[in-house]
């Protein structure tokens, strides 16, 4: 039963600090998305990748976010320095193309302090 | 830019159809129309995807009119599994358009 895997399950960090998230998507899968979950904002695309290529990020706030996708098992996205305001839930999610469904990951809570 | 309005939530009976539409005044010549569902702690499922007419899968259906300015995703006979939110999505993958999904529609199934 193939599933996107998603570490670490929750993170609690202070603000300024570093975080890194990462996210292991489905073998064979070419499409891979970050999204951020939260109460107020419900689910925002944050970064798209398509054959490890960045296609669209534009709903990344780019002075502290970063998202790579250094091998096709990998995927990638940091937050630095991190503040209060980004603590979300952070689902990453893949497919097989831009069209297919998407198979989430469990999320990774954030929150900081 | 299509973005998306959803009924906050809908009440529903084990055994009934449920209707849930998604207002998309601005959809784009290319924009697909996705359903997904979300459990709570979890991340969402795929329920369905259409770009016109009827679409119907093993789990649900999918009406869009010819306008295609709404959709409705049509669950028959839901059971009190099938609480869970549900999130209308809209737009062109193949073009990476910006995403919108709507706020959520919360489906509580009653005994």
């Known amino acids: 039963d193939a599933r996107v895997t998603q570490t670490p399950r929750h993170k609690v960090t202070e603000m300024g600090q570093e975080v890194t998230m990462r996210c292991q998507p489905i073998?064979?899968?070419?499409?891979v998305f970050w999204y951020r979950q939260t109460m107020m904002q419900g689910l925002e695309l944050l970064a798209y990748f398509r054959n490890r290529a960045p296609l669209d990020d534009s709903g990344m706030p780019k002075d502290r976010f970063s998202a790579e996708m250094p091998d096709a098992t990998l995927a990638t996205l940091k937050i630095q320095p991190s503040e209060p305001r980004d603590s979300a839930v952070y689902f990453c999610?893949?497919?097989?193309?831009?069209?297919?469904?998407?198979?989430f990951g469990p999320g990774t809570r954030l929150t900081v302090l | 830019l299509a973005k998306t309005t959803q009924p906050i939530s809908m009440d529903s009976y084990e055994g009934q159809e449920v209707n849930i539409t998604c207002s998309h005044n601005n959809i784009a010549t290319n924009d697909y129309i996705t359903w997904y569902q979300q459990f709570p702690s979890q991340g969402p499922r795929f329920i369905i995807q259409?770009?016109?007419t009827k679409v119907t899968n093993e789990v649900a259906s999918l009406f869009i009119p010819a306008d295609r300015k709404s959709s409705t995703l049509s669950l028959p006979r839901v059971s009190l599994s099938d609480t869970a939110v549900y999130y209308c999505l809209v737009g062109d993958w193949r073009n990476f358009n910006k995403f919108y999904f709507g706020s959520g529609t919360k489906l509580n199934v009653k005994p």
């Open positions: 259409g770009y016109k």
């Open positions: 073998l064979g899968h070419n499409t």
């Open positions: 999610a893949s497919g097989r193309g831009p069209e297919d469904e998407q198979f």
